[in-house]
Structure formats: C-alpha cells, structure tokens
C-alpha cells in the first residue's frame, strides 16, 4: 500500500509541473518572448525575428545639392534611419508611382527627426534644385528630412546607384523616359548600414518592392515596420 500511495504521490507532483510547464510555455508565447533555438532574438506569434535585421554594406560617402540648394552628405543622415530611392522628375513611368508610397512613409514619420529619405535624381542636368524644389511642391514632400538630391554628373549618380547601393540606374528606352532604374526602395540605419528583413526562408530581401509586380506585393508595410524597429535600435 505505501509503494502504492508513493507512485499516486509522484505522479500527482508530475501532473502539477506538466501544468506549470504548459501555462509558462503559453504566458511566453502571448508575451512574444520565445527564444529561438540558441538566439537571444525574440521571436514574433508568426515566428519572425522582431530585432533580427540583417546588415549589408555600409553605404558609400556622398555629397550632392537637395532641393534647397543646400549641400547635403552621408554625413548629415548620420544617427538617422533613412530610406533610399533613384528617381527622376521627368520619369513618366514608375517614379510618380513610387514617390507617392514614399509620401505615405513620409507621413508615418512626419514627427520623427531621426528620420529621413534620400531621393537620388538619375538625370542632374535637368533636375536642378529649382526644379526639385516644385517638383516637392507638386508632390506633396514636406519632412524636413527629404532631400531631392542632384549636382554632379550622370556617371557619379549610376556609380553611387550601381555600385554603392547596388540598385540600377541608366539609359534607357524612350517610353521610359530614356532612362531606367529600380523600383526598389533601400533602408539604412543609424550608422550608414543597409538593413533588410529576412523572407520566410531565412533568406535577406536586401531591399522593399515599392510597387506590385508580377504577382507580387508591395514591401511598404513591412518598410515602415522596419523603419520602426531600426529608430528603437
């Protein structure tokens, strides 16, 4: 009888833990404070690293004039998180279209003084500052922190654009405006590093759709979700 009433007794003590075990496991999941394997990282309902972006090159010096005739360099978007575009004010294709994604990231952080954007025009000899300044105006672009930027040559802008980002620029077809670039936005952080999530494989993105293409949509919610974790970093 005493072996007997000892296995109920142990058993009882197992049952106890196993619900301790089991309200502790669900408390850290509704808490989003699950580590993932040997990571400190905490991992999402969905399972995705909240503060795991991944960190590509550091984003080459450069110096250009904004919209305001002011010079403007990598410097000034020092302890900034930034967002980076290619554009030009005469593009009769995707740019309208871009910039107007961008206008909605503007105003997700219009408040925000660590934020900022970068518009690289691809064509300086036409997008003076006095055009991008009512090229802003036409566009609604207001954050304090968005310089148009131009002044040097076409070579320096695709060297900065294809070499330095890494997101083309160049000639291109007539319907085009004649010339063509991405249609993808960059995110940099704090310290002059490209930042990107990863995709549900694992795998960086490196940069954020800015428009739906071939059955794909945009990345300017999961932009701007990163923008936030990168201003808490």
């Not at 503007?106 to 925000?112: G, K, R, T």
Request: proline content about 3%; aromatic content about 12%; some cysteine.
């Amino acid at each position: 009888m005493k072996k007997k009433y000892s296995y109920i007794g142990v058993s009882f003590i197992v049952l106890l833990f196993g619900i301790y075990v089991v309200r502790n496991i669900d408390s850290r999941i509704n808490d989003n404070d699950l580590v993932q394997g040997d990571r400190l990282n905490k991992v999402d309902k969905k399972g995705t690293n909240r503060n795991d972006l991944y960190t590509f090159n550091k984003v080459p010096d450069f110096e250009f004039i904004d919209q305001n005739g002011v010079v403007i360099s990598n410097k000034d978007y020092k302890g900034k998180v930034y967002v980076v575009e290619f554009f030009f004010s005469t593009c009769p294709t995707i740019c309208p279209l871009m910039n107007k994604k961008m206008v909605t990231i503007q105003d997700e952080f219009a408040s925000n003084n660590n934020f900022g954007i970068a518009s690289f025009s691809i064509t300086p000899e036409i997008d003076t500052p006095e055009i991008l300044k009512q090229y802003a105006i036409d566009n609604q672009i207001s954050h304090k922190n968005w310089h148009l930027l131009t002044g040097q040559n076409e070579e320096i802008v695709y060297d900065l654009a294809n070499k330095g980002f890494k997101l083309f620029a160049g000639k291109g077809a007539e319907d085009h405006g004649g010339f063509e670039h991405s249609g993808l936005f960059a995110l940099v952080d704090k310290e002059g590093n490209i930042r990107s999530r990863k995709d549900e494989y694992g795998n960086p993105i490196m940069y954020y759709r800015a428009l739906s293409e071939q059955g794909f949509a945009d990345q300017v919610k999961e932009l701007k979700e990163d923008i936030k974790i990168l201003l808490d970093e």
